[in-house]
């Protein structure tokens, strides 16, 4: 097999001029710092009135904190017992490195990179679509389908890249 000089062995089978890739990893970036977030927030301040804060962000935000979706945020958020913000902090942050693991992987198109997305996204379908029989919504469909269409692309190209 000749290589372009530019290239090695590990990087032959991935296209350089792949535009789809950095979106992929832009998206799990921005998810790996969200998480990372709320789960600093949660483990620094276990015991914060969460519900009070967010509707006080969505007023100074200028939206109506008694709209649908933001009032059943506000309701799931107050039915979180103080003692439970450790645990959820964590398993944030643990989430939120596995999301940053992934963009890395991803922005650099490692193979280990576009695997480590495929099986960790997979293993979350289950739980999603479990969610949308108890209430669909326009946000977790669109979480699904974003989902599904990654792995589908992500399966495509390592696939093509083993041949």
Known sequence: MTLAPHMTPSSAPTTSHDRLLPW???ERTFR???????????????HANWASDIAHLAEHLGLDPKENWIQRIIDDVSKI???QDLLFGL???????????????????RRWGEWLTVVATSLLFIPEVWELTKS??????????VNVA??????????RASR
């Open 136 to 145: 669909a919504s326009f946000l977790k469909v669109g979480a699904v389908v």
């Open 81 to 83: 017992h103080t003692n």
């Open 24 to 26: 992929i990893a832009a």
């Open 91 to 109: 398993v944030a942050i643990g989430y939120g490195v596995l999301e940053g693991a992934e963009a890395y992987g991803l922005f650099k198109r």
């Open 150 to 159: 990654v792995v589908a692309y992500l399966l495509w190209r390592l696939r």
């Open 32 to 46: 790996a710092v969200v998480l990372l977030a709320v789960g600093i927030a949660l483990v620094t301040h276990p």
